[in-house]
């Protein structure tokens, strides 16, 4: 079992930036890939960034490439997700997640509780 729990969200202004972060506690193997989502109110949950558990791979989803980026700590206990540029479109809940394996559906085995992040324009 793996455990996630996202802090960092707030009220923005627009232009703003934030750092997201992702605290992994239970067993955590080898192959494990963290990711970040968000999901705004009547929207299917969309893919923003994914990490591989040496932290040496990323992947960025289309819309957030160039304004985030997602980073561990070397003990992989801890994911950050840096947001910069924020637009009120981004707006939404942002959740933590763990996978077996780089992907960029939402059907991650672990998932934190969220953490809301609103900008305002």
């Known amino acids: 079992q793996v455990q996630l729990v996202e802090s960092g969200g707030r009220l923005v202004q627009a232009g703003g930036s934030l750092r997201l972060t992702c605290a992994t506690s239970?067993?955590?193997?080898?192959?494990?890939?963290w990711g970040w989502f968000r999901q705004a109110p009547g929207q299917e949950r969309e893919f923003l960034a994914a990490?591989?558990?040496?932290?040496?791979?990323?992947d960025y989803g289309d819309s957030v490439r160039g304004r985030f980026t997602i980073s561990k700590d070397n003990w992989k206990t801890m994911i950050f997700l840096q947001m910069n540029n924020l637009k009120p479109e981004d707006t939404a809940a942002y959740y933590c997640?763990?996978?077996?394996?780089?992907?960029?559906?939402?059907?991650?085995?672990?998932w934190g509780q969220g953490t809301q992040v609103t900008v305002s324009s």
């Open positions: 990490i591989d558990w040496r932290g040496t791979t990323t």
């Open positions: 239970g067993t955590v193997y080898g192959n494990y890939v």
């Open positions: 997640a763990v996978n077996s394996g780089f992907s960029q559906k939402p059907e991650y085995i672990y």
